[in-house]
Protein backbone atom coordinates (compact mmCIF):
# COMPACT_ATOMS: atom_id res chain seq x y z
CA UNK A 1 0.00 0.00 0.00
CA UNK A 2 1.11 3.25 -0.80
CA UNK A 3 1.73 5.54 2.30
CA UNK A 4 2.06 9.45 3.26
CA UNK A 5 5.32 8.73 4.98
CA UNK A 6 7.03 6.31 2.01
CA UNK A 7 6.40 9.34 -0.56
CA UNK A 8 7.62 12.16 2.17
CA UNK A 9 10.72 10.36 3.23
CA UNK A 10 12.64 12.96 1.84
CA UNK A 11 10.84 14.56 -0.33
CA UNK A 12 13.13 17.57 -1.61
CA UNK A 13 10.49 19.99 -3.06
CA UNK A 14 9.68 23.65 -2.84
CA UNK A 15 5.69 23.90 -3.58
CA UNK A 16 4.84 20.05 -4.87
CA UNK A 17 3.55 18.13 -2.19
CA UNK A 18 3.13 20.41 0.21
CA UNK A 19 0.36 19.40 1.74
CA UNK A 20 0.22 15.94 0.32
CA UNK A 21 -2.53 13.57 0.46
CA UNK A 22 -2.51 9.93 0.04
CA UNK A 23 -5.94 7.85 -0.40
CA UNK A 24 -6.52 4.70 -0.54
CA UNK A 25 -9.92 3.72 -3.08
CA UNK A 26 -11.02 7.30 -4.73
CA UNK A 27 -13.48 7.86 -7.96
CA UNK A 28 -10.28 10.70 -9.40
CA UNK A 29 -7.94 12.06 -7.90
CA UNK A 30 -8.99 14.98 -10.31
CA UNK A 31 -11.74 15.47 -8.38
CA UNK A 32 -10.34 15.80 -5.12
CA UNK A 33 -7.63 18.06 -6.06
CA UNK A 34 -10.34 20.32 -8.43
CA UNK A 35 -12.55 20.25 -4.61
CA UNK A 36 -9.16 21.42 -3.08
CA UNK A 37 -8.41 23.51 -5.20
CA UNK A 38 -12.21 25.54 -5.10
CA UNK A 39 -11.68 25.33 -1.05
CA UNK A 40 -8.28 27.62 -1.34
CA UNK A 41 -5.58 24.77 -1.95
CA UNK A 42 -2.47 26.47 -2.69
CA UNK A 43 -0.34 25.58 -5.77
CA UNK A 44 1.66 22.47 -5.07
CA UNK A 45 -1.49 20.47 -3.12
CA UNK A 46 -0.85 17.29 -4.16
CA UNK A 47 -3.46 13.97 -3.98
CA UNK A 48 -2.16 10.41 -4.53
CA UNK A 49 -4.34 7.33 -4.42
CA UNK A 50 -3.61 3.46 -4.36
CA UNK A 51 -6.96 2.69 -6.90
CA UNK A 52 -9.62 5.07 -9.00
CA UNK A 53 -12.66 3.87 -9.34
CA UNK A 54 -14.03 6.49 -11.91
CA UNK A 55 -10.01 7.17 -13.14
CA UNK A 56 -10.48 9.66 -16.57
CA UNK A 57 -8.14 10.07 -19.76
CA UNK A 58 -8.36 12.90 -22.19
CA UNK A 59 -11.43 12.76 -24.20
CA UNK A 60 -13.77 11.38 -21.81
CA UNK A 61 -11.89 8.00 -21.75
CA UNK A 62 -11.58 5.52 -19.18
CA UNK A 63 -8.52 5.62 -17.34
CA UNK A 64 -7.46 1.85 -15.93
CA UNK A 65 -6.60 2.33 -12.43
CA UNK A 66 -6.60 -1.14 -10.82
CA UNK A 67 -5.23 -0.72 -6.62
CA UNK A 68 -1.87 -1.99 -5.74
CA UNK A 69 0.14 -1.60 -8.71
CA UNK A 70 0.37 2.08 -10.48
CA UNK A 71 0.85 5.58 -9.64
CA UNK A 72 -2.42 8.41 -10.00
CA UNK A 73 -1.70 11.85 -8.90
CA UNK A 74 -3.20 15.09 -9.53
CA UNK A 75 -1.63 18.39 -8.71
CA UNK A 76 -3.47 21.84 -7.86
CA UNK A 77 -1.46 24.24 -10.09
CA UNK A 78 -2.57 28.55 -9.77
CA UNK A 79 -0.33 29.99 -13.07
CA UNK A 80 -0.19 33.49 -14.07
CA UNK A 81 -1.26 32.22 -17.43
CA UNK A 82 -3.65 33.01 -20.21
CA UNK A 83 -6.09 30.15 -20.60
CA UNK A 84 -5.26 29.53 -23.96
CA UNK A 85 -1.65 28.51 -23.08
CA UNK A 86 -2.71 25.99 -20.25
CA UNK A 87 -2.31 23.06 -22.32
CA UNK A 88 1.75 23.90 -21.94
CA UNK A 89 0.62 22.12 -18.77
CA UNK A 90 0.19 19.54 -20.27
CA UNK A 91 3.67 19.03 -22.07
CA UNK A 92 5.53 19.81 -18.67
CA UNK A 93 3.55 17.18 -17.08
CA UNK A 94 4.81 14.77 -19.67
CA UNK A 95 8.44 16.36 -19.25
CA UNK A 96 8.46 15.62 -15.40
CA UNK A 97 6.91 12.03 -16.13
CA UNK A 98 9.60 11.49 -18.46
CA UNK A 99 12.34 12.61 -15.48
CA UNK A 100 10.37 9.85 -12.99
CA UNK A 101 11.01 7.20 -15.95
CA UNK A 102 14.54 7.92 -16.71
CA UNK A 103 15.58 7.72 -13.36
CA UNK A 104 14.19 4.43 -13.58
CA UNK A 105 16.87 3.49 -16.18
CA UNK A 106 13.84 3.81 -18.51
CA UNK A 107 14.68 5.82 -22.36
CA UNK A 108 11.09 7.15 -22.50
CA UNK A 109 9.60 9.00 -25.80
CA UNK A 110 6.58 11.32 -25.55
CA UNK A 111 4.04 11.99 -28.38
CA UNK A 112 1.83 15.05 -28.42
CA UNK A 113 0.22 16.07 -26.46
CA UNK A 114 -0.24 13.99 -23.59
CA UNK A 115 1.47 10.60 -23.73
CA UNK A 116 4.70 8.94 -22.51
CA UNK A 117 5.70 5.83 -24.19
CA UNK A 118 7.85 3.06 -23.72
CA UNK A 119 9.21 0.77 -26.39
CA UNK A 120 6.53 2.89 -28.31
CA UNK A 121 3.84 1.89 -26.35
CA UNK A 122 1.78 4.08 -23.95
CA UNK A 123 2.61 3.77 -20.15
CA UNK A 124 1.57 7.45 -18.56
CA UNK A 125 -0.45 9.90 -19.27
CA UNK A 126 -1.34 13.62 -18.67
CA UNK A 127 -4.85 15.32 -18.22
CA UNK A 128 -4.44 18.75 -17.57
CA UNK A 129 -8.17 20.21 -16.29
CA UNK A 130 -8.78 23.87 -16.33
CA UNK A 131 -10.98 25.98 -13.85
CA UNK A 132 -11.30 29.53 -15.14
CA UNK A 133 -10.91 32.34 -13.08
CA UNK A 134 -13.58 35.33 -12.07
CA UNK A 135 -11.88 37.52 -14.96
CA UNK A 136 -11.80 34.54 -17.40
CA UNK A 137 -8.42 33.97 -16.83
CA UNK A 138 -6.85 30.40 -15.51
CA UNK A 139 -8.23 30.80 -11.65
CA UNK A 140 -6.39 26.91 -11.49
CA UNK A 141 -5.57 23.80 -13.18
CA UNK A 142 -5.54 20.57 -12.03
CA UNK A 143 -2.74 18.38 -13.80
CA UNK A 144 -3.05 14.75 -13.60
CA UNK A 145 -0.71 12.10 -14.14
CA UNK A 146 -1.68 8.19 -14.59
CA UNK A 147 1.12 5.93 -14.36
CA UNK A 148 1.42 2.38 -15.74
CA UNK A 149 4.34 1.04 -12.67
CA UNK A 150 3.52 -2.24 -11.67
CA UNK A 151 0.78 -3.03 -13.86
CA UNK A 152 0.89 -6.61 -15.47
CA UNK A 153 0.75 -6.76 -19.13
CA UNK A 154 -1.62 -9.63 -18.86
CA UNK A 155 -3.68 -7.46 -16.51
CA UNK A 156 -4.65 -5.35 -19.47
CA UNK A 157 -8.13 -5.66 -21.37
CA UNK A 158 -7.90 -6.40 -24.48
CA UNK A 159 -8.73 -3.33 -26.52
CA UNK A 160 -5.62 -2.06 -24.72
CA UNK A 161 -2.98 -4.98 -24.73
CA UNK A 162 -1.34 -4.21 -28.00
CA UNK A 163 -1.11 -0.21 -27.50
CA UNK A 164 -0.43 0.11 -23.55
CA UNK A 165 2.75 -1.23 -21.24
CA UNK A 166 4.12 -0.26 -17.89
CA UNK A 167 7.62 0.51 -16.50
CA UNK A 168 7.76 -2.90 -14.87
CA UNK A 169 7.04 -4.76 -18.05
CA UNK A 170 9.43 -2.78 -19.71
CA UNK A 171 12.54 -3.65 -16.96
CA UNK A 172 11.68 -6.61 -16.21
CA UNK A 173 11.87 -6.26 -12.44
CA UNK A 174 8.73 -4.39 -10.30
CA UNK A 175 9.52 -0.41 -9.26
CA UNK A 176 9.55 0.60 -6.37
CA UNK A 177 5.66 3.15 -6.14
CA UNK A 178 6.75 5.53 -3.51
CA UNK A 179 10.30 6.46 -5.13
CA UNK A 180 8.97 6.98 -8.27
CA UNK A 181 5.98 9.03 -6.43
CA UNK A 182 8.92 11.22 -5.00
CA UNK A 183 10.71 11.64 -8.06
CA UNK A 184 7.71 12.90 -9.87
CA UNK A 185 7.10 15.73 -7.64
CA UNK A 186 10.52 16.66 -7.44
CA UNK A 187 10.66 16.94 -10.99
CA UNK A 188 7.59 18.80 -10.92
CA UNK A 189 8.47 20.89 -8.39
CA UNK A 190 12.08 22.02 -10.60
CA UNK A 191 10.04 22.04 -14.16
CA UNK A 192 6.92 24.40 -12.39
CA UNK A 193 9.70 26.87 -11.26
CA UNK A 194 11.76 26.81 -14.69
CA UNK A 195 8.40 27.21 -16.02
CA UNK A 196 7.43 29.96 -13.80
CA UNK A 197 10.78 31.88 -13.97
CA UNK A 198 11.80 31.48 -17.45
CA UNK A 199 8.50 30.72 -19.56
CA UNK A 200 7.91 28.01 -21.97
CA UNK A 201 10.98 28.22 -23.64
CA UNK A 202 12.66 25.22 -21.39
CA UNK A 203 9.54 23.11 -21.31
CA UNK A 204 9.49 22.84 -25.34
CA UNK A 205 13.35 22.17 -25.15
CA UNK A 206 12.95 19.35 -22.96
CA UNK A 207 10.00 17.93 -24.27
CA UNK A 208 11.12 18.50 -27.95
CA UNK A 209 14.73 16.38 -27.16
CA UNK A 210 12.12 13.50 -25.98
CA UNK A 211 9.37 14.02 -28.38
CA UNK A 212 8.57 10.90 -30.86
CA UNK A 213 6.94 12.62 -33.87
CA UNK A 214 8.96 14.94 -35.60
CA UNK A 215 8.75 13.66 -39.05
CA UNK A 216 6.45 11.19 -39.24
CA UNK A 217 3.09 11.63 -40.99
CA UNK A 218 0.20 11.74 -38.87
CA UNK A 219 -3.54 12.59 -39.21
CA UNK A 220 -4.59 14.91 -36.81
CA UNK A 221 -8.13 15.26 -35.17
CA UNK A 222 -8.11 18.71 -34.29
CA UNK A 223 -10.08 20.10 -31.13
CA UNK A 224 -11.94 17.83 -29.00
CA UNK A 225 -10.94 19.39 -25.70
CA UNK A 226 -10.05 23.01 -25.02
CA UNK A 227 -7.07 22.78 -22.31
CA UNK A 228 -7.71 19.21 -21.07
CA UNK A 229 -11.42 19.93 -20.65
CA UNK A 230 -13.20 15.85 -20.64
CA UNK A 231 -15.95 16.03 -23.05
CA UNK A 232 -15.61 19.89 -24.16
CA UNK A 233 -15.64 21.02 -27.25
CA UNK A 234 -15.46 19.11 -30.78
CA UNK A 235 -13.42 17.56 -33.27
CA UNK A 236 -13.47 19.72 -35.95
CA UNK A 237 -11.69 18.44 -38.82
CA UNK A 238 -8.94 15.64 -39.51
CA UNK A 239 -5.97 16.99 -41.12
CA UNK A 240 -2.73 15.43 -42.28
CA UNK A 241 0.43 16.13 -42.36
CA UNK A 242 3.78 16.02 -41.55
CA UNK A 243 4.94 16.21 -38.02
CA UNK A 244 7.86 19.75 -37.40
CA UNK A 245 8.34 19.59 -33.63
CA UNK A 246 6.75 22.46 -31.23
CA UNK A 247 6.07 25.59 -31.57
CA UNK A 248 6.83 28.58 -28.85
CA UNK A 249 3.46 27.91 -27.41
CA UNK A 250 3.03 24.02 -27.72
CA UNK A 251 1.15 23.69 -30.29
CA UNK A 252 2.26 20.81 -32.79
CA UNK A 253 3.58 22.19 -35.52
CA UNK A 254 2.16 20.43 -39.17
CA UNK A 255 3.63 20.69 -42.43
CA UNK A 256 0.10 20.27 -44.48
CA UNK A 257 -0.43 20.35 -48.21
CA UNK A 258 -2.19 23.77 -47.50
CA UNK A 259 0.51 24.96 -45.34
CA UNK A 260 1.79 24.82 -42.13
CA UNK A 261 -0.58 24.28 -39.44
CA UNK A 262 -0.05 25.13 -35.33
CA UNK A 263 -2.52 22.81 -33.21
CA UNK A 264 -2.95 23.37 -29.93
CA UNK A 265 -5.19 20.87 -29.11
CA UNK A 266 -6.23 17.53 -31.29
CA UNK A 267 -5.46 13.90 -31.28
CA UNK A 268 -2.53 12.16 -33.10
CA UNK A 269 -2.49 9.48 -35.02
CA UNK A 270 0.37 8.11 -36.75
CA UNK A 271 0.28 7.42 -40.21
CA UNK A 272 3.73 5.89 -41.78
CA UNK A 273 7.06 6.45 -40.82
CA UNK A 274 8.71 8.77 -43.62
CA UNK A 275 12.10 9.93 -41.35
C1 LIG B 1 -4.67 10.33 -20.81
O1 LIG B 1 -3.66 9.79 -21.24
O2 LIG B 1 -5.71 10.34 -21.48
C2 LIG B 1 -4.60 11.04 -19.49
C3 LIG B 1 -4.64 10.08 -18.34
C4 LIG B 1 -4.60 10.77 -16.99
C5 LIG B 1 -4.87 9.80 -15.85
C6 LIG B 1 -4.66 10.46 -14.52
S1 LIG B 1 -4.62 9.30 -13.19
C7 LIG B 1 -4.65 10.59 -12.04
C8 LIG B 1 -5.65 11.61 -12.57
N1 LIG B 1 -6.99 11.26 -12.18
C9 LIG B 1 -7.76 10.94 -13.23
O3 LIG B 1 -8.96 10.58 -13.18
N2 LIG B 1 -7.06 11.05 -14.36
C10 LIG B 1 -5.69 11.49 -14.10
Known amino acids: MLTREAVEAGLATRAVGRPLEVH ?15 G ?9 ADEQTAGRGRLGRRWLSPPGVNLYCSVVLRPDIPAR ?44 ELELGPGGGVGFVILGLG ?8 DLPPELAAEATSFAAV ?41 ALSGRRLAVAVGGEPAGQPGGGE ?16 ALLLDTPSGLRAILSGEVTVLKDVR
Open 85 to 128: LAPQLTLLGGVAVAVAALAEGLLPTLKWPNDLLLADRKAAGVLA
Open 147 to 154: LNLNLQPA
Open 171 to 211: LGRPVDRAAVARRLLEALDAWLDRYRRHGFAPVREAWSRLG
Open 40 to 48: GAPEGFAVL
Open 24 to 38: GSVGSTNDLARQAAR
Open 235 to 250: ITEVVEGIARGLGDDG
